[in-house]
């Protein structure tokens, strides 16, 4: 089997910074599919013995890809190439995809090098064999069905679909990132967004046992299915005992304050363990305006300390956008299993926090050095 395999962004890049895009997107495939490429002026043909099923499966979970094509190759010749609109058209209107008693049809041609017959020339010929074949009425603007033709130099390739796939940038193509991981909604499917722009990803879960419980197995279970998007790059999974942190700081702060004090504490340890993971920025899914530590003042104070970027790719999505996308990638099920939501959240937590009582109350009681001590806690989870 072949199919063409097309992208969007990476085609406007430098010819130098295209091709390194290319390649990691070919590794990615290549991590998923017993396969192998030919890469020509900028088509990815993709030839593989795989079952097509597996295939279709594959290329519509890969970011990067904008669309794929099954296609049936033959040589550049009228004859052959009558020949195979003679084989694949009665295919296609067996399979229920044509129906010339219904249906008018139009003949979409591309051709690339030199050849001694012009694009519409060789649509027309092409044309006029499906018309002597079916009787079928040819429709140039509003057709209900295409034949594509794509002539290169001595190959022609034929296809009637186009798939299309999840778009973005090739997982890998940007480097590194870690992410905050709840037991959420929102989370997963900001994770899934970093994938898209072509992030590598390691999650990072703040256990906050005991005043949470049963969200490890959700957090779990939604990293399965993000490593499905992440095709080449292993989406590695930490946790940190968060508890004693969250203990200490309704001990020795403003019970206002936990919810700031608890979200500025997982930056600070997603920050530290960055650096040890070799990853370049944090990611969270907030979504403005939320909850009480989303709101803008909040914001502003739980990130104060981070020495990293902090990336919200969900920033201004509402719920049922977010909803939406998770149901959408298979993590929304998990999310929504009941597991008692968070009992260290205070009856009136504060939504509007003045930064410098923020900094004053962090350094009273020491905040750093239990933030360090918690970082220690981490672990890898592996699958």
Known sequence: MRYFVRYGEIGIKSPKIRRKFEKILMNNIRSEL??????????????????????????SRIFGITSYSPIIETKTTKEDITNLIKEIIPKIIEQGKFNPEKDSFAIRCRRVGEHNYSSQEIAAYCG????????AKVNLSNPDFVLNVEVRENKTYMYHEKIRGLGGLPVGSQGKVIC??????????????????????????????????????????NTRKLQKYSAGSEVELYTIKYGDYLEYIIK????????????????????????????HAVVDGSSLGQVASQTLDNIKSSRYYCRLPIFSPLISFDKLEIEAIGQEIGTYETSIIPDGGCSAVPKYPETHSDLKLFRWTSNRINLRQKIEDTAETIEKIEF
């Open 34 to 59: 017993k396969c192998s490429f030919k890469n020509n002026q900028g088509r990815i043909t993709l030839l593989t013995k795989e079952d097509d099923e597996k295939v279709r499966s594959t290329l």
């Open 128 to 135: 006029s064999v499906v018309v002597d074949l079916t009787n």
């Open 180 to 221: 905050l991981m709840s037991g959420g909604i929102d989370s997963p499917v900001a994770v899934y967004q970093m994938l898209k722009r072509g992030c590598s990803v390691a999650l990072l879960h703040c256990d906050n046992a005991p005043y949470t419980s049963g969200t490890l197995d959700k957090v779990i279970e």
């Open 252 to 279: 020795e702060a403003p019970p206002r304050m936990t919810c700031v004090l608890c979200k500025s504490g997982m930056y600070q340890v997603a920050d530290i363990v960055a650096e040890k993971i070799d990853a």
